[in-house]
């Protein structure tokens, strides 16, 4: 079952990936079979609810600052789901969540945001274009670190690393 699980959250995510490329866009049950999955794992192992509570806060705590952020900057109130941030992106964040502590997954946010950057600048060099495919670089850094944990043996995903 959990081989199972985790072909069909590969496929989703490299899905995610190419859509996310290709069209800068994904299809809205992506995301929601890569939750259901999650969802299935998290629950399996028994993992505390907490941690998607906790997420979830953390995850809406920083759409309220993107919210406000933008609204100053552009001294008007701003949706930034239609200018900023994509509702594929969003969805995204929504979705991955059951794979986290919330430590770490408020790590991966961060450095997940610091992977895209990167990836952007040298997918940039290939292809011009001005927007970010976050959902898809996103999914292939989730990918990476699903691989590392294989590899290590070790769950990165709910061993708090640092604390």
Wanted: some cysteine.
């Amino acid at each position: 079952m959990d081989v199972f699980l985790q072909i069909i959250l590969f496929s989703a995510l490299t899905m995610v990936f190419v859509q996310d490329l290709k069209y800068r866009a994904i299809h809205i049950l992506l995301p929601a079979i890569i939750l259901i999955v999650g969802l299935i794992i998290f629950f399996r192992n028994q993992y505390l609810w907490v941690n998607i509570v906790y997420s979830s806060m953390f995850l809406c705590f920083v759409f309220v600052g993107l919210f406000m952020y933008t609204s100053i900057k552009k001294r008007a109130i701003i949706n930034p789901f239609k200018q900023v941030i994509g509702i594929g992106d969003v969805l995204f964040f929504i979705a991955v969540i059951p794979f986290f502590a919330i430590y770490n997954y408020i790590l991966f946010f961060i450095t997940g945001m610091l992977f895209s950057v990167l990836g952007f600048l040298v997918m940039r060099s290939f292809v011009k274009t001005e927007l970010v495919p976050l959902a898809g670089l996103l999914a292939l850094y989730l990918m990476l670190l699903k691989i590392i944990s294989y590899i290590q043996g070790y769950d990165i995903f709910f061993n708090t690393i640092f604390w």
